[in-house]
């Protein structure tokens, strides 16, 4: 199964609401990274958290990192319609790749 | 660039023709990963370059796949004799290669089959 594992699958809150994934990996990392994917198409870059790293803010984006139990979470807060969106966490073990999960799809309702 | 650039956006082949995809990187991104998308799915990887070092192909499907990247810039992605199930979206991303730092992708190509 894939290194990184995204929780819910699918996701559907009103505007306003916050919204949280999840993502468990496998293996130790150097870092996890959150990306944001919009129709299907290219993947944005959100957050990137290294290993040593607990807890890290960026604007609305909050993504907390737990490597004893090898997950992370990311927490968008005040959510808009405009967040709707796929999300995927990605984790670098060093060496040549990313490895993706299978992304989570949020709907947020105006 | 400003970006990471892929054409064709879109391409539809018959069965058995072979085609090529091409990734324009970042200007000094000296990493590029090329990763398939199929409907709904998360991202599968199918191989990477790192300056003149030997790329990682173990991503790569079968023997009728394969990718070169000239001058450590441009790369192209050859599907020989395709097949239906090689419908996808087509993803290239680059990055510094360097410890911690982000994948920058492009909008990727869609490859329909007929």
């Known amino acids: 199964s894939q290194q990184g594992e995204e929780d819910p699958q699918a996701l559907s809150i009103q505007e306003g609401e916050n919204a949280t994934m999840n993502c468990s990996y496998k293996t130790s990392i150097n870092n996890l990274q959150w990306y944001r994917q919009n129709s299907g198409r290219g993947l944005v870059h959100l957050i990137l958290i290294r290993s040593n790293e607990r807890e890290k803010h960026s604007g609305r984006l909050r993504v907390t990192l737990d490597t004893s139990k090898k997950s992370s979470s990311l927490l968008i807060t005040a959510s808009r319609a405009a967040d709707t969106a796929s999300y995927f966490c990605a984790t670098d073990v060093g060496g040549s790749r990313l490895t993706f999960g299978e992304g989570t799809q949020l709907t947020v309702n105006p | 660039g400003a970006g990471v650039s892929q054409s064709p956006s879109n391409k539809v082949t018959e069965k058995g023709k072979d085609v090529e995809l091409r990734c324009d990187p970042i200007s000094g991104h000296t990493a590029l990963y090329w990763y398939r998308q199929s409907l709904g799915q998360g991202l599968e990887f199918l191989i990477y370059?790192?300056?003149?070092?030997?790329?990682?192909k173990s991503g790569l499907p079968s023997d009728r796949f394969s990718a070169e990247r000239t001058g450590g810039s441009v790369s192209t992605l050859t599907i020989q004799r395709t097949q239906q199930e090689d419908s996808a979206v087509y993803l290239c991303?680059?990055?510094?290669?360097?410890?911690?730092?982000?994948?920058?992708f492009g909008q990727g190509t869609r490859l329909t089959v007929v």
């Open positions: 991303a680059s990055s510094f290669a360097r410890l911690n730092t982000e994948a920058f």
């Open positions: 370059f790192q300056g003149n070092s030997a790329p990682d």
